[in-house]
């Protein structure tokens, strides 16, 4: 057998990594399943019933999807402009931070007013955290994975002192978590009675609107050129160190917008366990879209179902959740995979 | 046929045929290649050529047909079959690693690490034996990403040479060589053919074919139309054959020059790597003429180039266009000052391969042209390609097609119609035609002829002394940076112009100058 390139691939063939990766994720999690002692079918069942099997299993699968479908976006934007921003969990952060800071009672507005004042913050925030390692890697030539994913750290820790210190709660019985928010500062339900707030079709509009900048305006055009090749790009005339200044900070403000729905329609107050690796989910779930902005709200579908069905299999089925992790992991590296070869054609000699 | 003759044939080739989805590449090609025989390979660009070679070199495998190499059918889509079976083949673009030195790149893959040839001394020895033997002059200690492209392609004949190649592939050797460079390969392959080897040559440079080969295959959209034994044939016949028609060169009547349009003058930039730049350098582009450079390659042409691309700015000395100092040089002010750019690489900096036609035609034109108020105007800018497909002659699906599926010589046109659509006054062409067809190279150069006779300056810089010869309405020899003076047309024979090239006279203009 041989592997040979395809000098131009159909849409079936493009369509088919995630279907590939998918498909090879279930077959390990089957396997991982049957080891742990559980029917891989009876489990699959158990997930699909914990993930959509009833009004409020839905609902919290959706809540769950709506911070992985902003940093999915932050990643899609900037790694089709081949900016590799690794840091979406500091940029989530950030603008976790500065929907406290201003949400808490400092400011005193209408809902609205105050709504929009906390997302922009944020957007803003989360920008700024991106901006500084992409004028490193413009000016100077650093490396953004490095930067980007060392400033994660260093916010994290941040964020710790924030909470033991200045944002600490003081009526938190001494838990390092911040006051709550005003009830203006909060992200209303959708439909009052159900458990799913405005942040998801936030989302939703995000991801629409990503897709208009992608392929309607000229930023979207400079980005995928600069993504695809910055030389020809430079050589046309784009000015490429501002197309990536540009790229880092929709990506960096779109993962901003994930702490601010986070804090503000789901949790609201500030913890340290606010996301458990969204940021780095983002990369697999863009991945898993081909960076492909609507792509990206059906990946963030997929891997919020596997998470939330894996948590109530496990109560059921007594197969851990971290099928769950796995299969993610697997879901990734399956992509990667897949995208490569999807790229040749096999051929028996 | 008996069996002397038929124990010569070391390569057969019988009824391959290769699709792209819905693209036939090759349609039922059938040859053999004798022991110490020159086959030419003929044929306009999309012709099929490269995609034969592929196959036959196992990086692509044929739908139909099969490839036999001394007698012995070769396992098709294995690269690793055709080396050990003694086929070495030099691409178009070399496949070598630029970090490492001459005689490492040459041992990369041939044996095992422990292998006893791989010891530097025995493999250096080696090198050096076989590079005495060909005239393939190199040091096998020079980094590779220091020697000219000339120097790169002498390492890759070795690396064939080395693995014992008894089959040598060439395709388009001479595309990026100069004149005596090029010389330097013919005398390097009669010496392979006396030792037995035998080659196959691509080219599209008719006068290469009658001088090196024995015997010419003629390709037409991916089928073979013709065998000529070259001794019975003439270049008039081969291109009627590759082109399927009568083809004549343009003439180019003379010029009427105007003011410049472009001055520099004492124009100094700084070198980048192992190029050099521009050593206090004076140009006029006069309107309604045609100036040639002609140099060997890396003599300061990138650093030109690139200085009225936009892409630098000079570090000393003055750059004018229309009579004045242009603020803020960038290809983007370039462009605004009517200067159309064909780049040197229309891969690498002119094209963007996986974008399509319409989003490749307005590179340089989507933000003054086709942009309102941030939102692009694909519905103009799709119209934008169409008229480019049209009037420049671009043979392609549609303006939806990815540029990496076109062929060199559509994906230039493409260029051409882009940059020349604005009717631009001050035209710089880097090595327009390198690589292209004889059909194509004719459009192109009408196409300056005609900027030309419209009243645009046109710089053409070019390592082929023919073409700047027969376009150039005066000339202007780059050596090291340095500029030599004008030359009218005709006053120079090219063994003069050969002189400067090699960097004699400059010494005492450069005093006459201070």
């Avoid at chain 1, 405005?198 to 000229?218: D, E, K, M, P, S």
């Avoid at chain 2, 690793?80 to 178009?92: P, Y």
């Avoid at chain 2, 044939?233 to 472009?262: C, D, F, H, K, R």
């Amino acid at each position: 057998m041989r592997l040979e390139p395809i000098a131009a691939p159909s849409v079936g063939r493009r369509v088919l990594p995630p279907a590939l990766a998918i498909g090879a994720t279930f077959v390990v999690a089957a396997l991982l399943a049957m080891i742990a002692g559980g029917n891989p079918f009876a489990v699959f069942g158990l997930i699909l019933k914990g993930a959509f099997g009833s009004k409020f299993a839905i609902l919290e699968t959706l809540n769950s999807a709506t911070p992985l479908i902003f940093t999915g976006l932050a990643i899609a934007v900037a790694f089709r402009a081949k900016l590799w921003n690794i840091g979406a969990e500091a940029q989530l952060y950030a603008g976790a931070v500065i929907t406290v800071v201003l949400g808490t009672g400092a400011l005193s507005l209408p809902a609205p007013l105050m709504l929009a004042l906390c997302g922009l913050a944020a957007m803003l925030v989360g920008a700024l955290i991106l901006l500084g390692p992409a004028l490193l890697k413009t000016r100077l030539g650093v490396d953004e994975v490095v930067t980007t994913l060392l400033l994660n750290f260093i916010f994290l820790l941040f964020v710790s002192y924030l909470l033991e210190g200045p944002l600490k709660d003081p009526m938190g019985m001494g838990w390092p978590k911040s006051a709550r928010l005003i009830p203006e500062a909060r992200l209303p339900r959708i439909v009052e009675g159900l458990r799913l707030h405005w942040g998801f079709a936030l989302a939703l509009i995000a991801a629409v609107a990503v897709w208009v900048i992608n392929t309607r305006t000229t930023l979207g055009y400079e980005m995928r050129a600069v993504g695809q090749n910055a030389e020809a790009a430079a050589f046309a005339g784009i000015p490429v160190t501002r197309v990536i200044l540009k790229t880092a900070l929709l990506s960096g403000g779109l993962a901003g917008l994930a702490g601010f729905s986070e804090v503000s329609g789901l949790k609201g107050s500030l913890t340290l366990d606010l996301s458990p690796g969204f940021g780095y989910t983002g990369i697999v779930v863009a991945m898993l879209a081909l960076l492909h902005p609507l792509g990206v709200v059906v990946a963030a579908l997929f891997v919020a179902a596997i998470f939330v069905g894996a948590d109530s299999m496990s109560r059921a089925a007594g197969v851990p959740s971290y099928l769950a992790d796995i299969m993610l992991a697997s879901a990734l590296l399956f992509m990667v995979l897949a995208i490569l070869l999807t790229k040749f054609r096999v051929r028996r000699d | 046929m008996t069996d002397t003759e038929k124990a010569q044939v070391v390569l057969r080739l019988d009824g391959i045929t290769k699709r792209f989805g819905p693209v036939t590449a090759n349609e039922d090609v059938s040859f053999a290649l004798n022991r110490g025989e020159v086959i030419a390979l003929l044929g306009e660009n999309g012709a099929g050529k490269t995609t034969l070679m592929n196959i036959l070199f196992g990086q692509y495998t044929a739908d139909e047909g099969s490839v036999e190499l001394f007698s012995q059918p070769l396992p098709a889509g294995n690269p690793r079959a055709a080396l050990d079976a003694g086929v070495g083949m030099v691409h178009q673009h070399f496949t070598l690693a630029g970090n490492l030195t001459v005689w490492e790149n040459i041992v990369l893959g041939v044996d095992a690490l422990s292998a006893a040839s791989l010891r530097p001394a025995n493999a250096k020895a080696r090198i050096r034996q076989l590079s005495e033997r060909f005239h393939l002059k190199v040091d096998p200690d020079a980094k590779v990403g220091r020697l000219t492209v000339g120097e790169r392609q002498r390492v890759e004949i070795l690396k064939a040479l080395y693995r014992n190649a008894k089959i040598l592939i060439l395709d388009e050797p001479t595309a990026v060589l100069t004149p005596q460079e090029a010389d330097a390969l013919f005398a390097t392959l009669r010496e392979a053919i006396a030792s037995g080897l035998s080659v196959i040559f691509i080219s599209h440079k008719l006068h290469e074919v009658m001088a090196i080969s024995d015997r010419v295959l003629v390709l037409r959209h991916g089928r073979l139309v013709a065998e000529r034994a070259t001794q019975d044939t003439n270049g008039e016949e081969l291109a009627a054959l590759m082109v399927g028609a009568e083809v004549s060169a343009p003439s180019i009547a003379p010029a009427s020059p105007g003011a410049p349009l472009l001055s520099m003058r004492d124009v100094t930039t700084p070198g980048a790597g192992s190029a050099p730049g521009l050593a206090r350098v004076s140009l006029d582009l006069r309107a309604g003429q045609i100036t040639g450079l002609a140099g060997v390659s890396g003599n300061g042409q990138a650093a030109l180039s690139d200085l009225i691309s936009g892409l630098i700015s000079p570090s000393s000395g003055t750059l004018e266009l229309h009579g004045a100092s242009p603020q803020g040089w960038s290809p983007r002010s370039a462009i605004a000052n009517g200067v159309a750019r064909i780049p040197e690489d229309r891969h690498k900096t002119g094209t963007i391969a996986d974008f399509d036609l319409t989003e490749n035609a307005i590179l340089e034109t989507y933000a003054t042209r086709f942009s309102k108020r941030g939102w692009l105007d694909w519905v103009g800018a799709r119209a934008f390609a169409q008229k480019l497909i049209e009037g420049y002659d671009i043979r392609c699906p549609g303006p939806d097609i990815r540029i990496r599926l076109l062929s060199g010589g559509n994906m230039q046109k493409l260029i051409l119609g882009r940059v020349l659509e604005g009717a631009p006054d001050i035209i710089l062409a880097n090595q327009p035609v390198r690589g292209l067809d004889i059909g194509a190279v004719n459009y192109v150069h009408e196409q300056l002829a005609k900027a030309r006779d419209r009243g645009a300056a046109v710089l053409l810089i070019s390592e082929d002394l023919d073409e700047i010869m027969r376009l150039s309405d005066v000339i202007h020899v780059i050596s090291e940076g340095r500029l030599s003076p004008e030359f009218a047309r005709g006053t120079m024979r090219p063994e003069d112009l050969g002189r400067w090239m090699a960097g004699e006279g400059f010494e005492k203009g450069m005093t006459d100058a201070a």
